[in-house]
């Protein structure tokens, strides 16, 4: 499939962190006349969550068409109460791929909901990689002392349209699977013929005003049918025109074959490149299974450097300051073969050089740097760790019809 075109003429703001992203939702939501969809793999009912609970509801309760769609692992659950809020305000929601009675053993349980996405009124989208989660709540470890590191950005602008269209097509084909699983295929068909209709309709957004207008920017989307490699061609292309610098911050990091050679040979060719990556054990797959690639990285002069102030959530790239990416996708077989996932990416020196600058600022500030002697001798108990956790990934790979 063709690459997606850069299209001209959009408003990009970096928000960083829930800090500046959760205010920013909730007042668009808050402003919103006819429509909100929003997508994220987890929502969680903390404080952060209940601020954009209350958002959607206060657009429900005025009127305006409300879209949630949630993950069935990240958000196995939504609390009672708020379902009853959600249904008396209007706001339509569903949980995508719930697991079965076999969980996780059946590879089509793999294929997650992995994109956070929100686009209000086709006019203002946002994108990025921060759930619906507080930055100082870990599901998995409670309270954090410090703040996730990580990105998501604004946009208005054409692109939006992408986004609205992308949402919607997702919506109706939830729908209409719902509908054949409970036999209505009379009302299957309608869906899917209101669907086309409404395809024909979406409304175009509108330019961005003047000021920093005319930036160039694409939505770059991973599913599992038409949109297979589309995100991690993005990276390889402007991985291999790169000539000064590739800054890449991934959480979780296994890249594959092609990926890493490409990192390979910039780095071979005198371009810098630095990787921040997850500094934190987190889960024991990502963590074993990412380090039988760092031999060969280190090698080439590949910089790797572990964030040791907190968890690191960001899946952000710049590359010679001028090409920059915020997304959901981070570089492992899960988001580039299995998972829903969409980034965008920015051609723009203000916003590549403003993101370049906080992943400097992480790098010197919280990174560790891994020596490449250190890393030939760890513990062979570490080492064996890795490879069992590398080769179990390939094997559910294998499993699940993905070469990688």
């Not at 007042?27 to 969680?44: C, G, K, Q, W």
């Not at 209350?54 to 879209?67: F, I, M, N």
């Not at 305000?89 to 079965?100: D, I, M, N, Y």
């Not at 990689?129 to 410090?146: F, H, K, Q, R, T």
Request: hydrophobic fraction near 45%.
């Amino acid at each position: 499939m063709t690459a997606t075109p850069f299209k001209e003429g959009h408003q990009v703001h970096l928000l960083k962190g829930g800090v500046e992203f959760f205010p920013a939702l909730v007042r668009a939501i808050d402003a919103s006349v006819h429509e909100v969809r929003l997508e994220t793999y987890i929502f969680n009912f903390d404080d952060a969550g209940e601020q954009v609970c209350g958002a959607l509801e206060r657009a429900g309760l005025r009127g305006v068409s409300v879209y949630l769609v949630v993950d069935g692992i990240g958000t196995p659950n939504i609390p009672y109460a708020w379902v009853q809020r959600f249904s008396d305000s209007g706001v339509r929601w569903h949980r995508f791929s719930p697991l079965g009675r076999w969980g996780l053993l059946m590879p089509r349980g793999w294929r997650r909901l992995h994109r956070k996405l929100c686009v209000v009124d086709a006019h203002t989208a946002f994108c990025g990689g921060i759930n619906i989660l507080d930055d100082y709540v870990d599901p998995a470890y409670g309270a954090l002392e410090s703040p996730r590191f990580d990105f998501a950005v604004s946009v208005v602008g054409p692109l939006v349209s992408d986004v609205h269209r992308a949402m919607v097509q997702f919506w109706d084909r939830l729908q209409i699977t719902r509908q054949l699983e409970s036999m209505q295929f009379q009302g299957a068909r309608q869906t899917w013929k209101d669907s086309r209709l409404s395809m024909h309709l979406v409304p175009s957004a509108q330019l961005a005003p003047a000021g920093r207008s005319g930036i160039r920017a694409m939505l770059v989307l991973r599913d599992n049918l038409r949109n297979r490699n589309r995100i991690e061609r993005a990276y390889r292309k402007a991985i291999a025109d790169a000539r000064q610098e590739v800054l890449i911050a991934s959480a979780y990091f296994l890249p594959g074959a092609k990926l890493r050679r490409a990192l390979i040979h910039a780095a071979r060719r005198g371009v810098s490149v630095r990787l921040l990556l997850q500094g934190r054990y987190e889960y024991f797959m990502q963590y074993h299974g990412a380090r039988p690639v760092f031999g060969v990285l280190l090698a080439a002069g590949v910089e790797i450097h572990e964030y040791s102030a907190g968890f690191l959530h960001a899946k952000v790239a710049v590359v010679d300051g001028r090409w920059a990416t915020v997304g959901s996708s981070n570089l492992d077989p899960l988001s580039l073969l299995l998972a829903r996932e969409a980034n965008v990416v920015v051609n723009d020196v203000p916003f590549a050089q403003e993101l370049r600058a906080c992943l400097v600022a992480a790098m010197e500030s919280h990174g560790v740097q891994l020596d490449a002697q250190a890393y030939a001798q760890r513990p062979w108990r570490q080492r064996l760790l890795d490879r069992i956790a590398f080769g179990v990934m390939r094997l559910l790979l294998f499993l699940a019809g993905r070469r990688y």
